[in-house]
């Protein structure tokens, strides 16, 4: 069975850094699509990046780059500029690109998240 399991989250000032990681086993990432999705207090859950399994990105609103490396089952999101609106619970989840989004297989294809708190 496909896990993920995401980390690198943590408190923040605003205009700092973070690497989030998220590690797939059970199998070859190079079989996935992978997206990072974000959920903040009260609001929906909202797509941040996704990278196709040939390593094609997409970006929403052009912030957070993703990259993947298959050797290690890793598909990273490099975050900098951090405002306290980014603070979130980030997820990923492995699935198909549809339409330049990532459409996860199910609920049993993400990962438990991680928590980005964006605060002076």
């Known amino acids: 069975q496909v896990q993920l399991v995401e980390s690198g989250g943590g408190l923040v000032q605003p205009g700092g850094s973070l690497r989030l990681s998220c590690v797939v086993s059970?199998?070859?990432?190079?079989?996935?699509?992978i997206g990072w999705f974000r959920q903040a207090p009260g609001k929906e859950r909202e797509r941040v990046s996704c990278?196709?399994?040939?390593g094609t990105t997409y970006y929403v609103k052009g912030r957070f780059p993703i990259s993947r490396d298959n050797g290690k089952n890793t598909v990273d999101l490099e975050m900098d500029s951090l405002k306290p609106e980014d603070t979130a619970v980030y997820y990923c989840?492995?699935?198909?690109?549809?339409?330049?989004?990532?459409?996860?297989?199910?609920?049993?294809?993400w990962g438990k998240g991680t928590l980005v708190t964006v605060s002076s």
């Open positions: 989840a492995a699935g198909v690109i549809r339409g330049g989004a990532l459409k996860a297989y199910g609920t049993d294809w």
């Open positions: 059970g199998d070859t990432l190079d079989y996935y699509a």
């Open positions: 990278i196709s399994r040939d």
